[in-house]
């Protein structure tokens, strides 16, 4: 059942309480609580660990304080004949002087919390491996604009025209536009991937996973924002859709926001998005956690939108 949670990303961790719990604890009998994180998740297994132990200790404490009426109180559930008014009254009293007497919460440890990872070993963590994808997605998005900007504006500075009037097939044009604007954010996206990784000192586990998703993430941003500006003829209305969409693709992609915050409808939806795909795929790669996302998939679709962006830009030259 935990299992299936974990896949589906409703839960980031799970508490197996044992049968008989509730009686050990009452006994302060020792007993022991398994604590399951989800090893998708980062922050959630996190935090409820910290809460877990938090509040394992307080109990520990309250069943240390109140040790003395506590076996008064079972004493008197195991016998056979009912308790009088004055045992019950005793016990009570008992209670109440030890809420007074109350210190700190350290006096037993009957209860113990066993972290159950199903990763073998403890990756290297970094906060800034969960926000610096998404950067690295936005900024590639914004550059993109500038690319198809300048290859809108090549027919008034006569440039596609001296390239067209030449004996150069305009499909082989638009596959050059298409491979330029595909490497260029490509090296930016690579260039920005070692920058980072030096200066927020993020682990390099995932390094050739990381370079495969930075060359589907630059393959479908080519397609998709050349694709827009060849269905307009204006460069202001191209520049504003194109904008638009971009905002739309990064907060969809999770750019903003990891996706592991967010809830999990929201996080079902950014499993099938090319910028959600490349943003989980970094994030995982420069954690060190194995890809939870399909590289074939990603590739089938962004090569999908290169392709519309290669045609539409063959029919935008002629």
């Given at each position: 059942a935990v299992e299936r949670l974990f896949e589906s990303e409703s839960a980031s961790a799970a508490l197996v309480i044992p049968p008989g719990f509730g009686e050990k604890l009452l006994r302060s009998e020792p007993d022991t609580l398994q604590l399951l994180k989800n090893p998708r998740?980062?922050?959630?297994?996190?935090?409820?660990?910290?809460?877990?132990?938090?509040?394992?200790?307080?109990?520990?404490?309250?069943?240390?304080?109140f040790g003395t009426p506590l076996k008064q109180a079972r004493e008197l559930t195991d016998r056979s004949d009912a308790p009088t008014s004055d045992e019950i009254a005793a016990v009570s009293r008992q209670f109440f002087a030890a809420s007074q007497r109350a210190r700190g919460l350290s006096v037993l440890q009957k209860i113990d919390v066993v972290v159950i990872n199903e990763e073998e070993e403890e990756q290297e963590f970094?906060?800034?491996?969960?926000?610096?994808?998404?950067?690295?997605m936005f900024g590639l998005l914004s550059l993109s604009l500038h690319v198809e900007h300048r290859f809108m504006m090549d027919p008034?500075?006569?440039?596609?025209?001296?390239?067209?009037?030449?004996?150069?097939?305009?499909?082989?044009?638009?596959?050059?536009?298409?491979?330029?604007?595909?490497?260029?954010?490509?090296?930016i996206g690579v260039v920005s991937l070692l920058l980072g990784a030096v200066i927020w000192h993020i682990p390099l586990q995932g390094i050739v996973t990381a370079n495969f998703i930075v060359t589907a993430m630059a393959l479908f941003i080519a397609g998709w924002t050349g694709s827009i500006f060849s269905l307009s003829k204006s460069p202001r209305a191209a520049s504003a859709i194109a904008s638009i969409a971009m905002v739309f693709l990064s907060i969809l992609g999770g750019g903003f926001f990891p996706a592991e915050f967010m809830p999990p409808v929201f996080q079902a939806i950014v499993r099938w998005i090319p910028t959600g795909m490349a943003n989980l795929g970094l994030t995982h790669a420069l954690t060190g956690r194995e890809s939870t996302?399909?590289?074939?998939?990603?590739?089938?679709?962004?090569?999908?939108?290169?392709?519309?962006?290669?045609?539409?830009?063959?029919?935008?030259?002629?």
């Open positions: 998740h980062t922050i959630g297994p996190q935090i409820a660990e910290g809460i877990v132990g938090s509040v394992v200790t307080i109990g520990n404490g309250l069943v240390g304080q970094s906060m800034a491996a969960l926000f610096f994808p998404g950067l690295i008034v500075n006569r440039v596609t025209h001296r390239l067209a009037a030449a004996p150069v097939p305009p499909w082989r044009v638009a596959v050059e536009q298409r491979v330029f604007a595909v490497v260029f954010l490509y090296l996302i399909s590289l074939p998939l990603l590739f089938a679709v962004s090569l999908t939108f290169f392709t519309f962006g290669v045609v539409l830009g063959r029919k935008r030259i002629r």
